[in-house]
């Protein structure tokens, strides 16, 4: 093998795979274990770091906050191994299952980031993110046309529904990166709205809301609120067209206006069971919870599973890893944000990706993890993805800090070309 070999293809290949071909006809299964094409490719970034530490400066450890997330990252997985010890009633295939999902954001950011190296390598992100949301809408179109109905509509709850506004935010952010004129990203932003409307999943709503908000307001030196309303007046009215036509509005405004309505949607009763059930649990092992590969059921064991179907993200690791586990691992993706969103950058390129993220990132974790996001490894997959992102957005910026006054310094060659904007 190659030492040289970079992981970023693979790192694109993994969350496109995560997101888009997550589909159980393409899961390998191995005794009581799932392995997906993105497991496979999980390994394979292991493996190119592994044959990469022969090469020189392979051992050295990063400084500033890099350093303090990675230092971070190590207390996380040494209290991950004392938490997956071997256990009475516990298998090893639901340990490995539990480990996994953490695995994914925890550790991707820090086997992937030296790679995003410049222009091109945040293009290369950019495109991943896009190109899976058109994956993803194209399998939600089709479902749709192949059941289509209004009596009963077709709800989709593909995992990958996430991706969507995070690539419609890209379309208003990265026109030139992704090599988008006017019109096509308009009908690449209608195609996706209308993938997104139809999937009736109201979280996502509200995110892409939010996002495109956020990004019209972070990005309007770069035109973003000027092209956000180019781009969405004009998709929403089409969309409200369509949709009228094809008599799907009672069916979209049902969906939206009924939230408040526990009647109108059995699956609240069953999450009011999940919680119930897994508060439960929690208060039995308060400290350190029951450990990785635990099994529990609400409505008995024909019902749903609490510890793979945990619609509240911070329950399921509370239940898991208790409040002592759910510090220690959050502080590494916490530290990452902070660190890398917090404070501007001075590169210009550099900050509109932050304000990219900023715009998506937060709103993402916080709405999808009271869904159960982050207990999925398909979302911890995207997330780790998300993060390593951030973690070299967080390392440039720190290489392309203003020198003193007293010398003038060139820019590294690695963002040299670099636009400043989309």
Not at 221 to 244: D, E, H, M, T
């Amino acid at each position: 093998m190659n030492t040289s070999r970079s992981t970023l293809p693979l790192l694109c290949l993994f969350v496109f795979c995560a997101l888009a071909l997550n589909d159980d006809t393409l899961v390998l299964q191995l005794g009581g274990f799932k392995v997906a094409t993105y497991d496979l490719l999980f390994i394979a970034m292991v493996l190119v770091k592994f044959f990469r530490l022969g090469q020189p400066g392979a051992y050295a450890l990063p400084s500033g906050g890099v350093g303090l997330a990675m230092g971070l990252q190590c207390v996380a997985l040494a209290y991950l191994a004392l938490a997956s010890r071997p256990q009475p009633d516990i298998v090893a295939a639901d340990t490995a299952r539990d480990l996994r999902i953490v695995l994914y954001f925890v550790s991707v950011p820090f086997l992937c980031y030296k790679d995003i190296d410049g222009p091109a390598a945040y293009a290369a992100l950019q495109r991943t993110i896009v190109l899976s949301g058109v994956a993803v809408a194209t399998l939600m179109l089709g479902e749709q046309l192949g059941g289509f109905s209004i009596s009963q509509p077709l709800r989709d709850v593909r995992l990958g529904v996430w991706a969507l506004p995070f690539a419609m935010v890209s379309i208003i952010l990265f026109p030139r990166t992704l090599r988008l004129g006017r019109i096509a990203g308009y009908a690449l932003t209608l195609y996706l709205l209308l993938a997104l409307v139809m999937s009736l999943n109201r979280s996502q709503y509200l995110q892409l809301a939010v996002s495109v908000a956020l990004a019209a307001l972070l990005g309007m030196r770069a035109g973003a609120l000027r092209k956000s309303l180019l781009l969405y007046a004009p998709a929403l009215l089409a969309g409200i067209l369509v949709f009228q036509s094809i008599g799907y509005m009672d069916v979209l405004l049902d969906r939206v206006f009924s939230v408040q309505d526990l009647s109108q949607d059995s699956s609240y009763g069953a999450r009011i069971e999940e919680m119930e059930g897994q508060m439960d649990l929690f208060r039995e092992a308060p400290l350190f919870g029951h450990g990785a590969g635990m099994r529990s059921w609400v409505m008995g064991e024909e019902g749903f599973e609490l510890s793979t179907f945990a619609h509240n993200s911070w329950a399921f690791y509370l239940m898991k890893f208790g409040m002592v586990g759910l510090a220690l691992i959050m502080l590494t993706p916490l530290s990452i944000l902070l660190l890398a969103l917090a404070r501007p950058c001075a590169h210009p390129a550099l900050e509109l990706h932050r304000r990219y993220l900023l715009s998506c990132l937060p709103v993402y974790i916080v709405v999808d993890s009271f869904s159960g996001g982050l207990s999925y490894a398909p979302k911890t997959a995207f997330l780790g993805f998300l993060l390593c992102y951030c973690l070299a957005l967080m390392n440039h910026a720190r290489l392309q800090a203003p020198a003193a006054p007293r010398a003038a310094v060139p820019a590294r060659p690695a963002l040299r070309g670099m636009a400043t904007h989309g």
